[in-house]
Antibody
């Protein structure tokens, strides 16, 4: 059974860079036609897609975050990563990683990790 | 940008049918996916490609998509169905592709 687990980031200071890793177990991240995504949810609010990466390295980003976000995949470690620069309090959220079969739906999801931006 | 509109809340008595809508311009041309999120948990796929259920999702969950509205229906609602529900689509243009989520609907079982 495929499982995804986000690394724990916790507290990030304003203007610094948020970095998270998603570790995939129970299957290969290199499986053809799958994308791997990051999605976030501010406390008490709805879901916001951040971006997706294919195992070939091609990426799609939320245009509202595009200048600050980078998603990459490391097939040798069965992991993919998120970097979000110049964070502000508005970036405080639970961050989820998820699998996306060929730009369709998201399943399964990781359990999520809360990242708080505060000095 | 493409917008998906959901009612903020829906209330239904146990045993009745809950209907949650997701409005979008010509949404019938897109594949709509639905997620259930219970408090403190990650979202879970409930319906994909308008009307298909993943394994493990009860037959009580069904979806449809026509015109400008996609719909998630839950028949014989149980207390355990109380959750937030989100619709989602991929939007593809010649220059870009992106994911859009609806704002979410809180289902309350009375």
């Amino acid at each position: 059974q495929l499982r995804l687990q986000e690394s724990h980031s916790g507290l990030v200071k304003p203007s610094e860079t948020l970095s998270l890793t998603c570790t995939v177990s129970g299957g290969s991240i290199s499986t053809t036609d799958f994308y791997w995504a990051w999605i976030r949810q501010p406390p008490g609010k709805g879901l916001e897609w951040i971006g997706s990466v294919h195992t070939t390295g091609s990426t799609f980003y939320n245009l509202s975050l595009k200048t600050r976000v980078s998603i990459s995949v490391e097939t040798s470690k069965n992991q993919f990563s998120l970097r979000l620069t110049s964070v502000t309090a508005a970036d405080t959220a639970v961050y989820y990683c998820a699998r996306d079969p060929a730009q369709n739906w998201f399943a399964p999801w990781g359990q999520g990790t809360l990242v708080t931006v505060s000095s | 940008s493409y917008v998906l509109t959901q009612p903020p809340s829906v209330s239904v008595a146990p045993g009745q049918t809950a209907t949650i809508t997701c409005g979008g311009n010509n949404i019938e041309t897109k594949s709509v996916h639905w997620y259930q999120q219970k408090p403190g948990q990650a979202p879970m796929l409930a319906v994909h490609d308008d009307s298909d259920r993943p394994s493990g999702i009860p037959e009580r969950f069904s979806g449809s998509n026509s015109g400008n509205t996609a719909t998630l229906s839950i028949t014989r609602v149980e207390a355990g169905d109380e959750a937030d529900y989100y619709c989602q689509v991929w939007i593809r243009t010649p220059d870009h592709a992106e994911v859009v989520f609806g704002g979410g609907t809180k289902l309350t079982v009375l």
